[in-house]
């Protein structure tokens, strides 16, 4: 697939996008260990002409190099020759754009969100009871009940993919693999960093209400 065509400009814009959320999850401590991947899209989604900016693989997200991101096309492969390698979830964000047309696409290893997937894992979501903060999922409905979905975590990275195929949920911009972290998406870097903050408030506010109704 043709990459060529893609101006400078936008090519430029993905990456400064990706490096300003990139710098300011660090500050917040979101990338513990190396771990972690972002992602932001360029070209066209409905010509089915687009390709995505993502981290390369196993850098310490914490500081800025200049090889800190490589871009591939909507199958994961490397876009243009390249000694980096693209993140080993590369696969996961190939799957969310084609599943939802996002513009950005960022994970994130928490403890909140590595307990909270732990806690529901059986009951397969997150429920999240009428809370404000809901609204920045884009969901302006009044005391709204949603439910985010946890999928497995498998260290085969292409067994997760029919997982979040199965359980992505329209209206829901993000899914939790269990034990390991949130993939938050949105139409634009924007849109992006405001879902996952938001699933990271309800997060820590769902589990400090369980602790709360447990009398603990
Ligand atoms: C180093 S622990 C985290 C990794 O196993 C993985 O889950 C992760 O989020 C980062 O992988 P990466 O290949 O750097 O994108
Ligand atoms: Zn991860």
Redesign the pocket.
């Known amino acids: 697939m043709t990459f060529n065509h893609i101006s400078t400009e936008e090519k430029q814009r993905a990456l400064s996008e990706l490096r300003s959320a990139k710098e300011l999850f660090a500050s917040r401590g979101w990338f513990p260990?190396?771990?972690?991947?972002l992602s932001v899209r360029v070209g066209d989604f409905d010509a089915n002409d687009f390709h995505f900016a993502i981290?390369a693989?196993?850098?310490d997200k914490t500081v800025h190099t200049p090889e800190d991101y490589l871009f591939v096309d909507r199958e994961g492969k490397p876009s243009e020759p390249t000694k980096l390698k693209p993140?080993?979830?590369t696969l996961i964000h190939c799957e969310i754009y084609r599943l939802t047309g996002a513009g950005a696409i960022f994970?994130v290893?928490t403890v909140f969100n590595n307990v909270i997937s732990e806690h529901f894992w059986n009951r397969g979501s997150v429920p999240v009871d009428g809370v404000e903060l809901i609204k920045g999922l884009g969901n302006w409905e009044e005391e709204a009940q949603i439910e985010i979905p946890i999928v497995p975590n498998y260290a085969d990275i292409p067994r997760i993919v029919p997982e979040v195929t199965a359980k992505l949920q329209a209206g829901i911009p993000g899914i939790i693999l269990r034990k390991?972290?949130i993939y938050a998406w949105g139409a634009n870097a924007f849109e992006a960093k405001r879902h996952l903050e938001a699933f990271e408030f309800i997060f820590e506010y769902v589990y400090r209400l369980e602790l709360l109704k447990q009398g603990r």
């Open positions: 260990g190396t771990s972690g991947n981290t693989s196993g850098k993140s080993a979830e994970h290893h390991h972290g």
